[in-house]
């Protein structure tokens, strides 16, 4: 499911759960620092906002959203498809993604813009050629892909841009790509960066030194039981943060979880993309998820070299979800709902 010189001040910088700052990579002009991340991942909807969706976002404290447009690939075939004048949802489409950061922004809660490639019953961390042609039929369309994206995010002002999720061949096969490829970002884009690593990829990713923040998915699987309880959830935590403890400190990076989230059934401290398979038969459990919210930020506060995350995932109007989501990762309506809000909204 899923930075250029060394930073020795960031890792300086006292920061409590929500209101103390993040710093800037110093090879840049400096821009505005931020409140530690709490957002939400969009589902971009079918259809332009039936009603403004800010409101609910902001009930539960969020300052920040984040959007993704979507691009996709055939199992086994190197070329990604985005078609910007339009076949995605509204939401997904240049149109869409420009008035979702607009009314962001306008609510002063600002965005990441994610673009990210999805493959049907398939998974890009396997994604990967045998020939040279190949790798660049996907190089060419994917840097053209995320450049059309960069451009866009500049354009609106957007604060932070992720340049890939979870291509674990792809970035230990082809690392002179990304390199290349962050220096062209930079080129259109002046904000900061971050990529998508998947939960058991991060510490393999040979580029941070050129990236603002370690990105990555927090979806470690912590505890198999039904419903897992919290203290057995934060102690199963523990070697996880003295991972990233050390890794954010030898890097010089703050780690951000660009994606973390549990379905609300049974047994969903454990390894959640499992039980996506056959979720229509699980059985609902909102107190298990429920309890592993209230852990992650119970373990996570205070921690110094954490940034926040985004929740994967929120429905504006509860529009584009695909018929489970009383069982979904989302929150809304459900007993995690009250956690995130009393942790988003600790001032």
């Known amino acids: 499911m899923r930075i250029p010189v060394i930073l020795s001040i960031i890792l300086g910088v006292s920061l409590s759960f929500h209101c103390k700052k993040v710093q800037n990579r110093a090879d840049r002009a400096p821009l505005q620092a931020f409140d530690r991340v709490c957002g939400l991942t969009l589902v971009a909807p079918p259809e332009p906002f039936p ?115 979870e291509f674990n061949r792809a970035i230990q096969e082809r690392p002179e790509f990304w390199h290349n490829l962050i220096r062209k970002i930079g080129l259109v884009y002046h904000g900061k960066l971050t990529y998508s690593a998947n939960w058991d990829d991060w510490e393999r990713v040979p580029f941070w030194k050129e990236l603002d923040y370690i990105g990555l998915g927090g979806y470690f699987p912590l505890i198999e039981a039904e419903t897992p309880a919290v203290s057995t959830l934060k102690t199963a935590w523990d070697p996880i943060k003295k991972r990233l403890a050390a890794f954010s400190k030898d890097q010089g990076k703050p780690i951000l979880f660009t994606e973390y989230g549990y379905l609300s059934v049974d047994n969903c401290g454990w390894r959640n993309w499992e039980l996506e398979q056959g979720i229509q038969s699980r059985r609902i459990n909102e107190q298990a998820q429920a309890n592993c919210y209230q852990a992650m930020f119970e373990a996570m506060q205070g921690e110094n070299w954490w940034a926040g995350g985004f929740l994967w995932k929120w429905f504006p109007n509860m529009r584009g979800h695909e018929g489970y989501p009383e069982r979904d990762y989302t929150p809304q309506g459900k007993q995690a709902e009250r956690v995130l809000a009393h942790w988003y909204g600790e001032k």
């Open 51 to 165: 009603e403004d969706p800010f409101p609910p976002i902001k009930s539960v404290h969020a300052n920040w959203i984040s959007v993704i447009p979507y691009a996709f690939q055939e199992q086994n075939k190197a070329e990604v498809h985005f078609n910007e004048h339009g076949w995605q949802w509204w939401g997904e489409r240049p149109e869409g993604v420009r008035a979702t950061i607009q009314q962001a922004h306008a609510a002063g809660i600002r965005a990441m813009l994610k673009p990210q490639v999805y493959q049907h019953n398939g998974w890009t961390g396997v994604i990967g050629f045998g020939t040279e042609a190949d790798w660049k039929i996907w190089e060419d369309t994917y840097t053209r892909y995320i450049l059309f994206f960069a451009e866009l995010a500049q354009q609106e002002q957007v604060e932070l841009f992720c340049i890939g999720t």
